[in-house]
């Protein structure tokens, strides 16, 4: 399972090629531009997004290579597939939580305002949102295949885009969510076994649809 694990991430990586990463710096310099001291963390909130993508693209190019016809004959079974597939997902988070520590921190540097209410939550967003991604798309390839799984990605982009969209208007700051959370370390620990469960829910229903494909 590690060598298919390992197969998993070499594929997301390779995915952020120069069109990417051209992409992704454009919209830094238009969000530092724009946006202020919430610079770094709405293009965290976008790389979190990317990674989630990049997983699908990953998923793509594995079907244009037939790779599922070559795994049937490795003696691996549905439920070690599916486990490398989300250990993927998994190992790829600490790509989206450097990129909110590396975002903020330089827009710290170009408007010397620090905030750790605004880390933290990039820092959340970031361990958050490529599992969520996940959890939603995944099932959907499985049993529809790639351009359905895209299809349903959709609305999560949207309510990203949305959210930043309100941040660069001012219609949201960090202490409104802040104090949303009320007990913030019980939900916290709330929305750790919500994802917790959602996540095992969402590998089972990969497994049952891959297995309906073979």
Same mark, same amino acid.
């Given at each position: 399972?590690?060598?298919?694990?390992?197969?998993?991430?070499?594929?997301?990586?390779?995915?952020?090629?120069?069109?990417?990463?051209?992409?992704?710096?454009?919209?830094?310099?238009?969000? =530092?531009?724009?946006?202020?001291?919430?610079?770094?963390?709405?293009?965290?909130?976008?790389?979190?997004?990317?990674?989630?993508?990049?997983?699908?693209?990953?998923?793509?190019?594995?079907?244009? *290579?037939?790779?599922?016809?070559?795994?049937?004959?490795?003696?691996? =079974?549905?439920?070690?597939?599916?486990?490398?597939?989300? !250990?993927?997902?998994?190992?790829?988070?600490?790509?989206?939580? !450097?990129?909110?520590?590396?975002?903020?921190?330089?827009?710290?540097?170009?408007?010397? *305002?620090?905030?750790?209410?605004?880390?933290?939550?990039?820092?959340?967003?970031?361990?958050?949102?490529?599992?969520?991604?996940?959890?939603?798309?995944?099932?959907?390839?499985?049993?529809?295949?790639?351009?359905?799984?895209?299809?349903?990605?959709?609305?999560?982009?949207? @309510?990203?885009?949305? !959210?930043?969209?309100?941040?660069?208007?001012?219609?949201? *700051?960090?202490?409104?969510?802040?104090? @949303?959370?009320?007990?913030?370390?019980?939900?916290?620990?709330?929305? !750790?076994?919500?994802?917790?469960?959602?996540? @095992?829910?969402?590998?089972?229903?990969?497994?049952?649809?891959?297995?309906?494909?073979?």
């Amino acid at each position: 399972m590690r060598g298919m694990i390992y197969k998993d991430l070499c594929l997301f990586f390779k995915g952020m090629d120069k069109v990417v990463l051209a992409v992704l710096g454009g919209l830094l310099v238009l969000l =530092g531009y724009k946006s202020g001291v919430y610079a770094g963390m709405l293009f965290s909130f976008a790389l979190d997004m990317m990674v989630g993508i990049l997983h699908l693209t990953a998923l793509e190019k594995e079907e244009k *290579t037939a790779w599922r016809s070559y795994q049937r004959t490795m003696p691996v =079974g549905v439920g070690k597939v599916m486990a490398g597939k989300y !250990a993927a997902v998994l190992l790829t988070v600490p790509v989206s939580v !450097a990129g909110a520590v590396v975002s903020n921190l330089a827009a710290f540097a170009m408007y010397r *305002t620090f905030w750790p209410e605004v880390l933290g939550l990039s820092i959340l967003a970031a361990v958050a949102l490529p599992p969520v991604f996940a959890v939603f798309s995944l099932p959907f390839y499985y049993w529809f295949g790639t351009q359905i799984a895209q299809f349903t990605s959709l609305p999560l982009a949207f @309510l990203l885009f949305y !959210a930043i969209k309100n941040f660069e208007d001012g219609w949201w *700051t960090v202490a409104d969510l802040v104090s @949303l959370t009320g007990n913030f370390p019980l939900a916290l620990l709330t929305g !750790a076994l919500a994802l917790a469960g959602m996540f @095992l829910l969402s590998l089972a229903l990969s497994a049952a649809g891959y297995c309906r494909r073979r």
